[in-house]
């Protein structure tokens, strides 16, 4: 089992920047992959970054190219997510996620979920 706390969701002003935490504990050595995803309100659940090993390979989906930064401490099984230049557009409930997918930003294709945290961004 792999367990996924997330922090770091807040609220801030179109333009500005918000770094996401996520904290791994368990059998986090058994995963290969850990991404971000986020879910707004009426809408399914998206991929945003996802990083391979130690950083290996980064993938990130094109709505938060050059905006967005994934980046996975493997001394203390931490990832982060960076994020700048956000938009209205970035409001979700963001959640951590474990797992070895053949898809990185395919949400189905994980098996380990944190709780989420709540990123809003105003106009």
């Known amino acids: 089992q792999v367990q996924l706390v997330e922090s770091g969701g807040g609220s801030v002003e179109a333009g500005g920047s918000l770094v996401l935490t996520c904290a791994a504990s368990g059998a986090a050595e058994r995963v290969s992959t850990m991404g971000w995803f986020r879910q707004a309100p009426g809408k399914e659940r998206e991929g945003v970054a996802a990083?391979?090993?130690?950083?290996?390979?980064?993938s990130y989906a094109d709505s938060v190219k050059g905006r967005f930064t994934i980046s996975r401490d493997g001394a203390t099984k931490t990832v982060y997510l960076y994020m700048s230049r956000l938009q209205t557009e970035d409001t979700a409930v963001y959640y951590c996620?474990?797992?070895?997918?053949?898809?990185?930003?395919?949400?189905?294709?994980?098996?380990?979920w944190g709780q989420g945290t709540q990123v809003t961004v105003s106009s």
């Open positions: 996620a474990a797992g070895n997918p053949n898809q990185w930003l395919d949400p189905g294709a994980y098996t380990y």
């Open positions: 990083v391979y090993g130690r950083g290996e390979y980064i």
